[in-house]
């Protein structure tokens, strides 16, 4: 039996870049899937990129980029380490404290009222 109820996948990309192996892109894949399919966030859009650096003398050559859209804010997480698990691991950490940050401002709807000079109401 189908359900109607379902969750469209996020149209997050994953790309790479240099020699980076499966087993790494899959591990990221499955660790910012569950990020940015968390119940309560908003529609999350974006684009994550993994590079591994070729040349041998760096001291962390993998690095991450995300520049995601969570509801209507701009998210945008930086990442280097020196192996990919690590990267991911750490990536994931930022992505979920920006994206948290980034869904409760969408919800926030308290905000302080413009003063009188600038068009706000007058209080009585």
Partial sequence: ??????????????????PVDEDTLTYARTKID???????????????RIVRATV???DRPWSATADLHV????VVVLAEQTTGRELV??????????TDKAAHAWDDRRRT????????RRSA
Avoid: C, F, I, Y
Wanted: aromatic share 2%.
């Fill in 56 to 58: 041998p003398h760096l």
């Fill in 1 to 18: 039996m189908t359900s109607d109820n379902q969750q469209a996948a996020p149209a997050v990309r994953l790309r790479h870049e240099g």
């Fill in 113 to 120: 009222a413009a003063p009188p000079w600038r068009g706000g």
């Fill in 34 to 48: 569950a990020v940015v399919t968390r119940p309560g966030l908003p529609a999350v859009t974006g684009e994550v």
């Fill in 89 to 98: 691991d750490q990536l994931q950490d930022r992505l979920r404290r920006q």
């Fill in 71 to 74: 509801g209507g804010r701009q």
